[in-house]
Nanobody
Framework: EVQLVESGGGLVQAGGSLRLSCAASGFTFDDYAIGWFRQAPGKAREGVSCISRSDGSTYYKDSVKGRFTISSDNAKNTVSLEMNSLKTEDAAVYYC??????????????????WGQGTQVTVSS
C-alpha cells in the first residue's frame, strides 16, 4: 500500500522559513516522481514543486522559484521542501503527491495517483 505522510507544517511569520517532509512507503521510490501541491481556502489546488527520482530533476511553480527547494533522501525514502522567505500568499494546506514515472507535471493534480493527508502552513503578516 502506497503511503505518503507529511510533517513539518506550522505557523510562521512572513519572511520566515519552514521545512516540510514527506515519508514515502509502499512503492519503489526511484520509479516515481514526488512533489508538493497546495490548496488555500476557496482556491484550487496548485502544483508547487516536484522532483523526478529517476534523474533528480526538480521543478517549481514560478512564484516559489528561488525561495523553495525540494530534495530527496534515498536512504530514508523521504522528500523535503525547504521554504524560505515565506509570504502570506504561501499559506495553504500542503500535500505530498506521487506518480509513477519520470514526468513531473505541476498543472493538473489529477496526474498524481497518490496523496498524503496534508499539512497546514500558516503565514502571519
Amino acid at each position: 500500500e502506497v503511503q505518503l505522510v507529511e510533517s513539518g507544517g506550522g505557523l510562521v511569520q512572513a519572511g520566515g522559513s519552514l521545512r516540510l517532509s514527506c515519508a514515502a512507503s509502499g512503492f519503489t521510490f526511484d520509479d516515481y516522481a514526488i512533489g508538493w501541491f497546495r490548496q488555500a481556502p476557496g482556491k484550487a489546488r496548485e502544483g508547487v514543486s516536484c522532483i523526478s527520482r529517476s534523474d533528480g530533476s526538480t521543478y517549481y511553480k514560478d512564484s516559489v522559484k528561488g525561495r523553495f527547494t525540494i530534495s530527496s533522501d534515498n536512504a530514508k525514502n523521504t522528500v523535503s521542501l525547504e521554504m524560505n522567505s515565506l509570504k502570506t500568499e504561501d499559506a495553504a494546506v500542503y500535500y505530498c503527491v506521487a506518480r509513477e514515472g519520470i514526468w513531473c507535471p505541476l498543472r493538473d493534480p489529477a496526474e498524481y495517483s497518490y496523496w498524503g493527508q496534508g499539512t497546514q502552513v500558516t503565514v502571519s503578516s
